[in-house]
């Protein structure tokens, strides 16, 4: 494929995009505007049943949400789309570096918060994305929020004779494993399904397994 329509691709993917995320936006207030306008309504329905006065028929004004709220709700729902839209942008952009070699660089994604992954962790190139360790996936896979270590076994949640009170200690037990111990746990047909998994997320078309998307 030629350089040109690499870029073209790229940029008729960026379009979509950009467009998905205006009826996002959109969308997002919309949905505020009819939220506020339920709760006026169902203001306006409790009031006349609270005329005969008395203080155990007064309105409790703090059970609606303000304008101040539906803002904030809104400007939140904003900043995960921007974060969420920045994340597809990067990944557009690390889907192409096969292209270029092991020395092209990876764009980092921010998380879910909007924060930078750890610079000593995050594989600068591709040629160091082939080569990361079990340590570094998962402490990517833990920033990224994307894959549970701490997971009881399918054997044990589904024993009949498991009580509730065991279910917790289990549970319990397997929340406080070291990231030591998570690398020496992780069996590598594992952690190749982690490393695709990693690599899927990332936008980077490097899978250990065949036939993997």
Not at 106 to 118: F, R, T
Not at 182 to 194: A, E, H, N, P, Q
Request: hydrophobic share 35%; charged share 30%; aromatic share 8%.
């Amino acid at each position: 494929m030629s350089t040109e329509a690499n870029t073209a691709d790229l940029q008729q993917k960026v379009e979509s995009l950009s467009e998905l995320v205006s009826k996002q936006s959109k969308m997002i207030a919309k949905t505020g505007e009819e939220v506020m306008k339920l709760q006026l309504k169902g203001l306006r329905e409790q009031v006349p049943q609270s005329g005969g006065g008395g203080a155990g028929s007064k309105v409790d004004l703090d059970d609606y949400a303000t304008n101040e709220d539906l803002v904030q709700l809104v400007g939140e729902l904003q900043n995960q789309l921007d974060y969420l839209e920045e994340r597809n942008l990067r990944r557009i952009v690390n889907s192409q570096l096969h292209y270029k070699g092991d020395d092209a660089i990876i764009a980092p994604l921010p998380s879910k918060d909007g924060e930078e992954p750890p610079k000593d962790v995050f594989p600068k190139t591709i040629g160091e994305f082939k080569n990361i360790g079990k340590y570094e996936a998962i402490l990517l896979c833990e920033f990224y929020d994307i894959w549970s270590f701490d997971t009881a076994s399918d054997e044990a949640l589904n024993a009949k004779d498991l009580s509730i009170e065991d279910t917790k200690k289990f549970l319990a037990g397997s929340s406080d494993k070291t990231i030591d111990e998570k690398v020496k746990g992780l069996s590598d047909k594992d952690f190749d399904d982690i490393f695709d998994h990693l690599g899927r997320y990332l936008g980077i078309p490097l899978r250990k397994h065949d036939n993997v998307w």
